[in-house]
């Protein structure tokens, strides 16, 4: 009987020497270490012990428009959600010091309502960080693509912004310009997508706009009259 209590001690002894060992589920990075060797620490404490990190992969959340997320929606195919998620194209991400990081991600989750204060949508990318550079807290901006069939792409440097609007000169067969206003679809790079106000075979002024008026005479060069001829882009 003394061996089994003995032995039942010693069980005993090893499972509360086994509670002073914290040992994290995963791997990652240790955040700051608060409590030193020695402190006497609680259950009821407010603050915890650290903060782990498991970073190999990390989330990105950002959001759309109502308006965004309409259009964004129908440019991809899928009966569900997750079908749908499957045909979206990988994004980018924008680090805070304006570089590209290097890996591409991958949406993974869209929210199921809409943010009723902002009117906005909330969706999550996933991006492989092996090497660390990412951490939990970093911010940036996502760059998604989004696929535009037969569109007008245009320099935005060859339009002109007027009370909220965005006009080009086109240039008319008698090599008058009229200044056009037109609807923009988004951007590429430095160039706008067009909308509507223009169509493929157009040609418009591609500099010297500030010197320009409405129904003006002009003689473009032929440099200008080969790049001035928009690009139907598929």
Request: proline content about 3%; aromatic content about 6%.
């Amino acid at each position: 009987a003394n061996v089994e209590q003995a032995s039942a001690a010693v069980n005993s002894a090893q499972i509360n020497l086994n509670y002073t060992q914290v040992k994290a589920p995963i791997s990652g990075y240790i955040g700051r270490l608060p409590k030193k060797q020695g402190s006497l620490v609680s259950p009821t404490d407010v603050e915890a012990l650290t903060k782990l990190s498991d970073v190999h992969e990390i989330h990105a959340y950002f959001s759309l428009a109502e308006t965004e997320f309409i259009n964004f929606n129908n440019k991809y195919q899928g009966n569900s959600v997750a079908d749908r998620i499957k045909h979206l194209p990988a994004v980018a991400l924008v680090l805070a010091d304006e570089t590209v990081y290097p890996l591409e991600g991958k949406i993974d989750m869209i929210d199921g309502q809409f943010d009723k204060t902002t009117g906005a949508i909330t969706l999550r990318a996933s991006f492989p960080n092996a090497k660390g550079l990412l951490r939990s807290g970093n911010t940036g901006k996502i760059r998604l693509g989004l696929a535009h069939d037969h569109t007008i792409v245009i320099p935005q440097s060859a339009t002109v912004e007027m009370q909220d609007k965005i006009f080009v000169f086109a240039v008319g067969k008698d090599n008058k310009v009229t200044r056009t206003a037109i609807a923009i679809d988004g951007k590429t790079g430095t160039n706008y997508l067009i909308k509507d106000g223009l169509k493929s075979g157009d040609q418009i002024v591609l500099s010297g706009l500030d010197r320009l008026q409405d129904g003006q005479l002009i003689q473009p060069t032929k440099k200008v009259e080969k790049v001035a001829q928009l690009i139907s882009k598929k």
